[in-house]
């Protein structure tokens, strides 16, 4: 606090000194990009302002490594469809209703490390629900595991 107001008086002169150049400046800057002129940024320039912004960069920025990442993936929604998302029935894992929840099956399951996976009855594409795999290894370690039974089987709701 000292220092600033032990500045002030200088810095009062400065703006009397530089007030018949900057002024007119600003008047002509005004008139050229217009009063209300905001700074926007394409996704581009955001992305690299987030990133720079982040602890990766080694500028100890206020933004973590997972907040840099969830605002680029924010940013890329509108470049991706579903179709690039989403993974074709015929190459996911499925599990059958009809299934035994065995020590193979779990497995399997913890191999492919998704958190839910698509029940279906009889065919593939008749997909009845979504198993969840918290449940199943909770429903494996109580032994209760001969079929894969609807209690975990979330169902959907087609319209």
Not at 75 to 94: C, G, N, R, V, Y
Not at 112 to 136: C, K
């Amino acid at each position: 606090m000292k220092v600033g107001a032990l500045a002030a008086p200088l810095v009062r002169v400065l703006l009397l000194l530089f007030f018949p150049i900057a002024y007119p400046i600003s008047k002509v800057l005004d008139w050229m990009l217009g009063k209300g002129h905001a700074v926007l940024l394409r996704r581009a320039e955001l992305k690299t302002f987030v990133d720079f912004h982040g602890n990766e960069a080694g500028k100890g920025g206020d933004l973590t490594h997972d907040e840099t990442t969830i605002i680029a993936g924010a940013l890329e929604l509108t470049e991706k469809t579903a179709k690039d998302a989403m993974t074709p029935i015929s190459k996911a894992f499925t599990l059958d209703l009809d299934g035994t929840l065995d020590q193979q099956t779990l497995t399997s399951i913890m191999t492919n490390g998704h958190s839910r996976v698509p029940v279906y009855a009889g065919n593939t594409t008749n997909i009845v629900g979504l198993l969840l795999v918290s449940l199943s290894l909770y429903a494996y370690k109580l032994h209760v595991y001969q079929r894969i039974f609807f209690a975990n089987v979330r169902g959907f709701v087609w319209d």
